[in-house]
Antibody
Framework: QVQLVQSGAEVRKPGSSVNISCKAS????????ISWVRRAPGQGLEWMGK????????NYAQKFQGRVTIIADKPTNTVFMVVTRLRPQDTAVYFC?????????????WGQGTLVTVSS | DIQMTQSPSSVSASVGDRVTITCRAS??????LAWYQQKPGQAPRLLIY???SLQSGVPSRFSGSGSGTEFSLTISGLQPEDFATYYC?????????FGQGTKVEIK
C-alpha cells in the first residue's frame, strides 16, 4: 500500500521560494502520476500541476505556469514542487496525491499536507 | 476551465439522517466525477470515482450518481465520523477542478 510522506511546514517571506517534497513508500511511483493540490485558508481545493515521474512529463494549471516547477527524483521515489515569487496569497496547505487510472485519473492516496506560510 | 458548483455550502444534520450533496459542472463531463471527504487537519480521502464507483474501503452508506452536468453524493445513515467537508472534482479535462466544498455539521 503506497504512502506519500511530505516535508514539514515552511515559513517564507514574500518574493522568496519554497521547495516541498513528497516521498512515496510501500511502492514505487514510477508508473503513476503525482499531482499537487493546495487549500488556502477558507478556500477550496485547487489543482496546481502534475508529473509523470518515469517520463519527466509535467502539466501545470495556467495560473501557476512559470511560477511552479515539479520534478521527480526516481532513485529516491521523491517528487519535489518548487513555488517561486511567493506572495501572502500562497499561504496554504499543499498536498501531493497519486493519480490512479480507472477510466480516468483519480487522486488516491494523498500526502499528509505541508503548511506554507508566506509573511513578512 | 470547467467550473464545479456544489450545493449546499453547508448542511446541519443528525446521526442517522440521509444527506444529499449536489455538484454541477459548467459543461458536460460524462461520468468523470469524484467525491472526496476531508476532515480538519487531514488529507482528502477519495470516496467515489467515475460518478458512482465506491473506492475500496469506503462504507456502503456512501453512494454517488449522475452524469453530464448534474451529480450527487448521498450519505444514507449519517455516522459521527462522517461530519466533514466534501468536495467534488471533475476528471474530464485538465486542469482538474473542484467544487468549493460542502461542510456537513452536527445539528
Amino acid at each position: 500500500q503506497v504512502q506519500l510522506v511530505q516535508s514539514g511546514a515552511e515559513v517564507r517571506k514574500p518574493g522568496s521560494s519554497v521547495n516541498i517534497s513528497c516521498k512515496a513508500s510501500g511502492d514505487t511511483f514510477t508508473s503513476h502520476t503525482i499531482s499537487w493540490v493546495r487549500r488556502a485558508p477558507g478556500q477550496g481545493l485547487e489543482w496546481m500541476g502534475k508529473i509523470i515521474p518515469v517520463l519527466g512529463i509535467t502539466n501545470y494549471a495556467q495560473k501557476f505556469q512559470g511560477r511552479v516547477t515539479i520534478i521527480a527524483d526516481k532513485p529516491t521515489n521523491t517528487v519535489f514542487m518548487v513555488v517561486t515569487r511567493l506572495r501572502p496569497q500562497d499561504t496554504a496547505v499543499y498536498f501531493c496525491a497519486r493519480e490512479i487510472l480507472v477510466g480516468r485519473n483519480w487522486l488516491d492516496p494523498w500526502g499528509q499536507g505541508t503548511l506554507v506560510t508566506v509573511s513578512s | 476551465d470547467i467550473q464545479m458548483t456544489q450545493s449546499p455550502s453547508s448542511v446541519s444534520a443528525s446521526v442517522g439522517d440521509r444527506v444529499t450533496i449536489t455538484c454541477r459542472a459548467s459543461q458536460g463531463i460524462g461520468s468523470w466525477l469524484a467525491w472526496y471527504q476531508q476532515k480538519p487537519g487531514q488529507a482528502p480521502r477519495l470516496l467515489i470515482y467515475a460518478s458512482s464507483s465506491l473506492q475500496s474501503g469506503v462504507p456502503s452508506r456512501f453512494s454517488g450518481s449522475g452524469s453530464g452536468t448534474e451529480f450527487s453524493l448521498t450519505i444514507s445513515g449519517l455516522q459521527p465520523e462522517d461530519f466533514a467537508t466534501y468536495y467534488c472534482q471533475q476528471a474530464n479535462s485538465l486542469p482538474w477542478t473542484f467544487g468549493q466544498g460542502t461542510k456537513v455539521e452536527i445539528k
